[in-house]
């Protein structure tokens, strides 16, 4: 199973972006698909959630600006973020629990990263 995020990028305070991330491999369902961010000199924090249907849950610090949502049919889950600030510059990274056809049970990969720089 493979995750890989797109859309990162450079861009002035105010302004906003969409990632993207999606799995790929033998894979039977992806279940709760989740973004993380890292900031420089920041411990990894959990930036937003969401279930197989669509039930979304958000950090205190993303509420309002950021969303969530998925495409199921093309295993992709995505992040629009508004009103960006000089502190939401991180890497931003995705995960998927992914049940594959021949595990009998889930189990979590991770994405790469995708770099947010929010610099005027």
């Known amino acids: 199973v493979q995750l890989v995020e797109s859309g990162g990028g450079l861009l002035q305070p105010g302004g906003c972006l969409r990632l993207?991330?999606?799995?790929?491999?033998?894979?039977?369902?992806?279940?709760?698909m989740r973004w993380y961010r890292q900031g420089p000199g920041k411990q990894r924090e959990l930036v937003a959630t969401?279930?197989?249907?669509?039930?979304?849950t958000y950090a205190d610090f993303v509420k309002g600006r950021f969303t969530i949502s998925r495409d199921n049919a093309k295993n992709t889950v995505y992040l629009q973020m508004n009103s960006l600030t000089p502190e939401d510059t991180a890497v931003y990274s995705c995960?998927?629990?992914?049940?594959?056809?021949?595990?009998?049970?889930?189990?979590?990969?991770w994405g790469q990263g995708t770099q947010v720089t929010v610099s005027s």
């Open positions: 993207s991330c999606a799995a790929s491999g033998t894979i039977f369902n992806v279940y709760t």
């Open positions: 995960t998927a629990d992914v049940k594959q056809y021949y595990r009998d049970t889930s189990a979590e990969y």
């Open positions: 969401i279930t197989r249907d669509s039930s979304t």
